[in-house]
C-alpha cells in the first residue's frame, strides 16, 4: 500500500536511517540478543547521526524537528533492520518529552545535550511490584526537605533500567490521595540509587528490564519534572503519546514479519509445490495483508492527528489495541506458516513472536486500552454502577 502521509524529505530521511540501521545496528543484534542487553554505543552512534531527541529545540543542541514521522521512520526502520528491543524511541520520545515539556530550565541546559548525543540514556519508572494497570496504587514516597525531596522505594521492569542514566520516577508526594503523585529524575549516580539484575524475559533478549531501588535518595529541585502533586495527570497526558508509539511499533514489527513469511514461503516446498501455493497459505497472507493495510492506515493517521496537536487518549488507546492484538495475530500466524523452522531460534520469526507477546501487556495491557476506549464513550463502569 502506498502510505501518502510522507514526502520527499522523509523518504531520503528514511534511506539514510535504513543504512544507518544496515550498517551499525543489524550485525550486532545476535550479540546483544546472546547478551541480553544491547551496547550503550548503539546509543551514541544513533545520537552522532542525529536521531535522538530530534525534537530538542536549536538552543539545546537540536533539529527542533516537531514532525512525528521523522520518529516513526527511525522505529520503523530500526525494528525491520535492527531489532525491537533497542529502545531508541523510548529514550527520544517515549520519555524525553517529560524532560522537554515539564523540566525546569537548568535540568534542560545540563540533561538535553547529553540525551542529543546519546551520552545519557533515559528510562520511565512508574511500576512496582504492587502497582503496574493500577497506577494509583504507587507506593514509592516523596518527601520534602527544603527545596529537595527524599526518595524511598522500588521499582521493577523497568526498561533501559541497566543501561539507563536518568529515570523520570513516579513517587507519592501527598499519602490520603489516590493521585498524588510527583515526578523527580533520579540521575543513576545519586548516592541510594540502586540497580537490581537485568532480568530474564521470555523474549525481547536485547532489551535491559531492571528493578530499581532508591534509599533516601535526595533530588534537587532543579530535576522535580512539573507540579510534585499532578504528576498522575502528567503521565495520563504523556502515555497518549506512549500508546501511540506502541502502535508504531507493533504494526512495524508485523509487516516485517509478513515480508520474511512471504520470502520463506515462496522458497520452501511440501507435496512438490512451494507453501505459497496451497490456498490455506494465499488466503492467510491475504487475510493479514489485510489487516495490516487497514491498521497503517488508522496508526499513519493518527500520526497527522499527533503532529496537529490532536491526538486524544482515547484514539490513541485505539491505535495501541488494534495495532498490537493484530501484531500477536500475524506472529501466529506467520510461525504457523513456517512449520517447524519458526520454532527454531535460528529463524528470525521463532523470537519475533515472543518478543511480540508483550505489546499487548505493557505501557497499559489491552484490557485497560479498553477501559479507555469505553469511558470515553460515557461507558464508566464507576458511573454506570451508581445509576
Ligand atoms: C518487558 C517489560 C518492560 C516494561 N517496561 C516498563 C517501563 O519501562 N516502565 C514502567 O513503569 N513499567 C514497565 N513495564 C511494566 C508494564 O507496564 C506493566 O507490566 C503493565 O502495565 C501491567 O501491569 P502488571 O504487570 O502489574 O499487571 P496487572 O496490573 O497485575 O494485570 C494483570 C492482568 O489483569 C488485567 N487487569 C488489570 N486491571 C484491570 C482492569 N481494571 N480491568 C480489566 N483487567 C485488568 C491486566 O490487563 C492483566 O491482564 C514493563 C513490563 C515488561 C514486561
Not at 522537554?100 to 545535550?113: D, F, M, T, V, W
Not at 503519546?241 to 520474511?260: M, P, W
Not at 488494534?322 to 504457523?336: G, I, K, L, P
Request: hydrophobic content about 40%; overall charge negative.
Amino acid at each position: 500500500m502506498n502510505r501518502l502521509i510522507f514526502d520527499e524529505e522523509h523518504d531520503l530521511f528514511r534511506d539514510q536511517v535504513r543504512r544507518f540501521m544496515q550498517e551499525e545496528i543489524e550485525p550486532n543484534v545476535e550479540a546483544w540478543r546472546e547478551a541480553g542487553i544491547c551496547d550503550k554505543d548503539a546509543f551514541r552512534k544513533a545520537g552522532e547521526q542525529g536521531y535522538l531527541f530530534m525534537w530538542a529545540d536549536e538552543q539545546y543542541g537540536g533539529l527542533g524537528l516537531k514532525d512525528f514521522r521523522f520518529e516513526q521512520i527511525v522505529t520503523e526502520e530500526g525494528i525491520r533492520h535492527g531489532d525491537i528491543s533497542l529502545f531508541l524511541t523510548l529514550h527520544s520520545r517515549l520519555v524525553g518529552p517529560y524532560i522537554g515539556e515539564l523540566g525546569s530550565e537548568a535540568l534542560k541546559q545540563r540533561l538535553i545535550p547529553q540525551c542529543i548525543s546519546g551520552e545519557a540514556i533515559l528510562g520511565v519508572a512508574m511500576t512496582e511490584p504492587g502497582a503496574g494497570s493500577d497506577v494509583a496504587g504507587i507506593k514509592t514516597r516523596a518527601i520534602q526537605d527544603g527545596d529537595d525531596w527524599i526518595i524511598n522505594g522500588s521499582k521493577t521492569y523497568i526498561s533501559n533500567g541497566i543501561n539507563g542514566t536518568h529515570f523520570v520516577v513516579a513517587a507519592r508526594t501527598v499519602p490520603d490521595k489516590p493521585h498524588g503523585l510527583g515526578l523527580f529524575v533520579v540521575e543513576a549516580d545519586m548516592e541510594g540509587f540502586k540497580r537490581g539484575r537485568n532480568l530474564d524475559k521470555m523474549g525481547l533478549k536485547a532489551q535491559d528490564t531492571a528493578e530499581l531501588f532508591f534509599e533516601d535518595v535526595r533530588v534537587p529541585a532543579e530535576n522535580v519534572l512539573g507540579d510534585p502533586t499532578r504528576g498522575f495527570y502528567n503521565l495520563m497526558h504523556f502515555l497518549a503519546e506512549e500508546r501511540l508509539i506502541n502502535a508504531v511499533q507493533g504494526i512495524a514489527h508485523a509487516q516485517t514479519a509478513f515480508d520474511l513469511t512471504k520470502a520463506y514461503i515462496l522458497e520452501r516446498k511440501a507435496f512438490g509445490r512451494p507453501i505459497a501455493a496451497f490456498q490455506n497459505s494465499r488466503f492467510k497472507m491475504a487475510e493479514m495483508r489485510t489487516q495490516l493495510d487497514i491498521t497503517q492506515t488508522f496508526v499513519d493517521q493518527l500520526v497527522l492527528l499527533h503532529n496537529a496537536g490532536a491526538l486524544s487518549a482515547e484514539l490513541a488507546a485505539e491505535a495501541k489495541l488494534q495495532a498490537t492484538e493484530t501484531e500477536s495475530r500475524v506472529m501466529d500466524d506467520c510461525v504457523q506458516l513456517h512449520g517447524g523452522a519458526g520454532y527454531m531460534s535460528e529463524y528470525r520469526i521463532s523470537h519475533m513472536f515472543t518478543d511480540a507477546r508483550i505489546s499487548r501487556i505493557y505501557a497499559g495491557s489491552s484490557e485497560i486500552m479498553k477501559e479507555i476506549i469505553a469511558r470515553g464513550m460515557g461507558l464508566d463502569e464507576r458511573e454506570l454502577l451508581k445509576r
